[in-house]
């Protein structure tokens, strides 16, 4: 599956979250150890410069101690399945399969950022969390869904932006320090006390309501 997205004019998060919300409904951050396995999964091409370390989003739930266990970046798998334009917003439903054989469980903000190619440097700081919807625990039989919320904002808008344009998300699934790698063209800030990205929880799935 191939998706190309173009950025538009940037708007604060809190101030396009409310418009972006109702245009969803129906389409669909951050350092990690260098050995991290990593799971790649391809949707176009490409590679740029700069950065800092990711962290990958610890998430934690009380019920999830007793029910399955956390969800791993080696059998997931992530696409995205919609997008929508907010002034200066880019608005992605970023779409996690479980493609293992085993029920597993998801719960928190995954650990999103901007990188200069698979297993490749960070690019700016990861996404911010924004808690547009609340977190739930989100339990996966093998191959049901889940997604979560991506905001790309435009990196011009940004004064002291050094623009770069990048071609790969690194998602961390909440506590887990193994990535998933997703081919994604976008234009980013590679200063490294920057961030382009929001992200939402995960939530239940293919195309939940944000």
Same mark, same amino acid.
């Given at each position: 599956m191939t998706h190309s997205l173009t950025l538009i004019r940037r708007l604060p998060v809190a101030a396009a979250l409310a418009g972006a919300i109702g245009?969803?409904?129906? &389409?669909?951050?951050?350092?990690?150890?260098?050995?991290?396995?990593?799971?790649?999964?391809t949707i176009q091409a490409g590679a740029s410069s700069s950065a800092a370390s990711a962290v990958p989003a610890a998430a934690s739930s009380p019920a999830?101690?007793?029910?399955?266990?956390? &969800?791993?970046?080696?059998?997931l798998q992530a696409q995205v399945t919609g997008s929508q334009g907010a002034a200066g917003t880019i608005y992605e439903v970023i779409e996690l399969t479980n493609t293992s054989s085993a029920t597993c469980s998801l719960y928190g903000y995954p650990g999103v950022s901007f990188v200069t190619g698979a297993g490749g440097a960070q690019v700016g700081l990861p996404a911010t969390k924004d808690p547009v919807v609340a977190k739930t625990l989100v339990t996966l039989a093998p191959g049901a869904h889940a997604a979560?919320?991506?905001?790309?904002?435009?990196?011009?808008?940004?004064?002291? &932006?050094?623009?770069?344009?990048?071609?790969?998300?690194?998602?961390?699934?909440?506590?887990?320090?193994?990535?998933?790698?997703?081919?994604v063209k976008n234009q980013a800030c590679s200063n490294a006390n920057l961030s382009t990205l929001s992200v939402s929880p995960v939530r239940a799935g293919a195309n939940p309501n944000f």
């Open positions: 245009l969803l409904t129906a &389409c669909g951050s951050t350092a990690a150890p260098a050995a991290a396995p990593t799971h790649t999964v999830a101690a007793a029910g399955p266990s956390g &969800c791993l970046a080696s059998g979560f919320l991506l905001g790309v904002h435009e990196a011009g808008a940004y004064p002291t &932006c050094k623009m770069v344009t990048v071609d790969w998300l690194r998602i961390y699934p909440p506590g887990d320090f193994g990535s998933i790698n997703l081919q």
